[in-house]
């Protein structure tokens, strides 16, 4: 007999997620992920003017509001007919800003969203570290929040659960620290305001690239012994997550860190495509289509270039996520995408580094799809990215041009990809009258957790889901730590609400 | 031990203003979350969604149970969704709305957290598409007599929130503005502090961003924005917008985002002679 399970809302991620599973036989055989709310943002991007809209679609989402500056920046720029003209210095403190986000980025969501799920925060005593006595006491005193899972297959030895919590509260300090970095270059954290159309708004001199360089020392420390050894551990103890949560082995990224070398632009994490971890080749953004046939959009397909889909309530469907599909196909987007894609290209150094952590892990790169797998690529990216922070700022030249003068054009169209934390970024515009009269966001969370398409495939989170086996089935852990792995960020993926209708719905496809 | 306990809810947001929480420099997030925060009193963070360790059902019994037995402050992060009955933002099977008036009913008072849940912010922007609206107009228009204070910001500096629930726990009079921001807080115009003051008063004006002086013309909020940012500054006292070399984008007003539009070109010049 078929058992459902509704988990709602899912915690330690970013926004309002409800998953629903459908389990048979201890095996999970059909799921249903739907985000829980709707601000339509794009809507009220029309009429704005074209800079404006990297503030505003900062406020997408407070984790990653990087993500959405960079690419609304580029396509700004690409509108405006400015790309080539952009200076080096800017791009080198664009980068700095995108490179401390996901550093931060990757220590919050291992420590602060994902390390509970694997680590048994009751099992504390006192005398380990005056952090570990701050989480004794607050046990004395019998508060319930933000702490406390039961009945969870928990598998690390004292000591190591002993290690991973006090880092816990140590990553706290940390993450901070990567929050500190950024805004010596984007002014503050949430919501920077260095990056504009046609540079950065400030120059750097000696005493930013002094006081970055502390931090970065202070970061790129707790990284490489702590972040690494927990990981390591972690990965040991719960080694069958590597054979869990794998999605199709289709991969997808944009591309981030652009710099220029000699006089060509040039990104720093490359872009790319791979099919069922195989087939490589080079992305075109033009093969790019949203599926909305099972969402409550007009019609069957978009193109994010020029459709505005229109909610319609009265369709068949049963999600309001967009699926976006590239060559009609569905795609994995994230760390994993991106660093299968530079490994398979050979680009340096991302192929030595993750040459050394899969030879230190004994894994090979296949184990890259798999809920552990993806906290090993943040983790790998945060490595490399604090590394070439440090190289960043010894190319830049403080003498030179931060920022170049644009005219906004009265009528053009631009396309902007990057790369957020969670994955591939995209923001298409259009102007006109020098106002924005286009804008579609497509976010990594929609490429990861949209509905089935128009030809009945999974969304790789859905994906990710079926077949696993559940051990508890009032607990199922296995779901939440593969939803987790995914890192979702629902207020990213902007264009999805509930609505009565679901509920109806709802039994036509459970049967 | 006094608990003061705090249920954070999340409506319609982005999730900036609790990652701003975490960046807190003066008391520490593990302060605030684990320790005392002055001898004998602490705070109680008995419900929030980013760093809870339990999900679902679960997470929905806590939130319903403590509601129950009341005695809690409500943080409210985030505007909420009313066009067609608030269908457009949903938790445990609820609708943010309908949650934010049965807590709101039970709290001690509400604590609005950034400039969504304390005047609409951005989601409210026109042409407000899910018919968004601050905490604030939702009691005023059922009529429900709550304390609501306002921490605005987008998001705002974790020192006001922290600083506004200490005054709470020492028991200290929380003076508020019209706009029921705390005035220790919000109590000075940007422009009063800037830094950059001097060349205001001697009128001389950046022209582009690659240019020094004052940021006015090329559309700073600063001269009608109420923070103390200038001299509290941001990220543990390293940068802010301002020195930063960008515009104030207000976005501590209720004029964030519509009227302070647009964030980089000149406006409303006469406004400055209020």
Redesign the interface.
């Known amino acids: 007999m078929k058992k459902k399970i ?11 997620l409800k998953v629903e599973v459908e389990i048979e036989n201890n095996q999970v055989v059909s799921a249903r992920c739907s985000g ?6 794009e ?2 991007l029309i ?3 074209p ?2 809209a990297v ?2 679609t900062q ?5 990653c ?1 990087i993500a959405h500056a960079s690419a609304s920046t580029i396509a700004c720029e690409d509108a405006f007919g400015i790309t080539e003209k952009i200076p080096q210095n800017a791009l080198l403190v664009r980068n700095l800003i995108h490179m401390s986000n996901h550093i931060h980025n990757s220590i ?1 969501h291992f420590y ?2 994902g390390i ?1 799920d694997f680590v048994d ?1 009751k099992k504390v005593k006192k005398g380990v570290s005056s ?1 570990i006595d ?2 004794c ?2 046990f004395e ?1 019998d ?7 039961e009945n969870v297959d928990f598998r690390l030895p004292e000591e190591i659960n002993l290690r991973c919590l006090h880092n816990y ?1 140590k990553a ?2 940390i ?2 620290y990567a ?2 970095l ?10 920077q ?2 990056i ?1 159309p ?2 950065v ?3 750097v001199d000696i005493g930013k690239i002094e ?1 970055a360089i502390g931090k970065i020392k202070d970061i790129k420390e707790f990284i490489e012994l702590y972040y690494y050894r927990d990981l390591k551990d972690i990965s040991n103890y719960y080694n069958d997550y590597f054979e869990i949560g794998l999605s199709y082995g289709n991969y997808l990224a944009y591309g981030a860190f652009p710099i220029k070398e000699n006089g060509i632009i040039k990104k720093f994490q490359p872009s790319g495509v791979i099919y069922e971890n195989e087939k490589i080749e080079e992305l075109n953004s033009e093969e790019i289509t949203e599926h909305i046939v099972n969402s409550w959009y007009e019609g069957e397909t978009a193109n994010p270039k020029i459709d505005f889909p229109e909610v319609n309530f009265e369709k068949e469907g049963y999600s309001w996520i967009k699926s976006p599909r590239y060559k009609g196909k569905p795609f994995e987007v994230g760390p994993s995408a991106r660093l299968i894609i530079a490994y398979k290209k050979n680009v340096s150094p991302w192929k030595e580094e993750i040459d050394k952590i899969l030879n230190e892990l004994k894994i090979d790169i296949s184990k890259l799809n798999s809920v552990m797998g993806r906290h090993i690529s943040r983790f790998i990216e945060a490595k490399v990215l604090i590394n070439e922070c440090l190289n960043h700022l010894m190319k830049i030249k403080p003498e030179k ?3 170049v ?1 644009y005219e906004v054009p009265n009528e053009s169209i631009g396309v902007g990809l990057s790369e957020g934390a969670r994955g591939a970024v995209g923001h298409w515009i259009g102007i006109k009258n020098k106002k924005l009269s286009h804008y579609q966001v497509i976010s990594p969370t929609t490429w990861n957790a949209g509905p089935k398409d128009k030809n009945g495939n999974y969304g790789p989170l859905e994906k990710a889901l079926i077949g696993t086996k559940i051990k508890n089935q009032e607990n199922p852990v296995e779901v ?1 730590r593969i939803i987790r792995s995914f890192d979702p960020c629902l ?1 990213c993926a902007v264009q999805v ?4 209708k679901l509920k109806k719905k709802e039994f036509l496809i459970w049967q | 031990m006094e608990k003061i306990k705090v249920m954070w809810f999340q409506a319609g947001g982005c999730t900036g203003c609790t990652i701003s929480l975490l960046n807190s420099s003066s008391i520490k997030i593990k302060n605030l979350l684990l320790d005392e925060i002055v001898p004998g009193k602490i705070v109680c963070l008995i419900f929030q969604p980013t760093i809870m360790a339990e999900s679902g059902e679960k997470v929905i019994k806590v939130m319903k149970g403590e509601e129950e037995k009341g005695d809690f402050f409500l943080v409210v992060e985030g505007a909420i969704p009313t066009k067609n009955n608030g269908i457009y933002g949903k938790v445990g099977e609820k609708t943010f709305l309908e949650n934010i008036l049965e807590l709101g009913e039970k709290a001690n008072g509400v604590i609005c957290i950034g400039s969504c849940s304390s005047f609409g912010g951005i989601p409210k922007g026109s042409p407000n598409p899910t018919g968004c609206m601050s905490v604030k107009e939702i009691f005023e228009e059922r009529n429900i007599n709550k304390q609501v204070i306002n921490v605005p910001g987008c998001p705002p500096h974790p020192d006001w929130f922290l600083g506004t629930i200490t005054k709470i726990i020492l028991g200290q009079d929380l003076k508020l503005d019209e706009l029921n921001r705390p005035i220790d807080f919000y109590g000075k115009l940007i422009h009063e502090n800037c830094p950059r003051r001097p060349f205001f008063d001697k009128g001389f004006f950046a022209k582009s961003l690659s240019e020094e002086g004052c940021l006015y013309l090329l559309g700073c909020k600063g001269p009608f924005t109420y923070a103390d940012c200038p001299l509290r500054q941001w990220n543990g006292g390293t940068n802010w917008c301002i020195k930063n070399n960008s515009p104030c984008f207000g976005c501590t007003e209720p004029e964030f985002i519509d009227k302070n539009l647009p964030f980089f070109k000149r406006k409303n010049l006469e406004k400055i002679g209020e």
């Open positions: 509704v988990i709602d809302p899912v915690t330690r991620i970013e926004g309002h829980m709310l709707y601000r339509g943002i809507k009220i009429g704005k003017n800079e404006d503030q505003i406020r997408i989402c407070g984790v509001p919050l602060h969203l509970l925060v952090e701050l989480v006491k607050f005193r508060d319930y929040s933000p702490f406390g899972l509260i706290l300090e993450r901070r929050h500190q950024l805004s010596i270059f984007g002014g503050k954290m949430p919501h305001c260095g504009v046609g540079g708004t400030q120059t006081n041009e931060f920022f003068e939440l207020a609400l509930d609505s009565k």
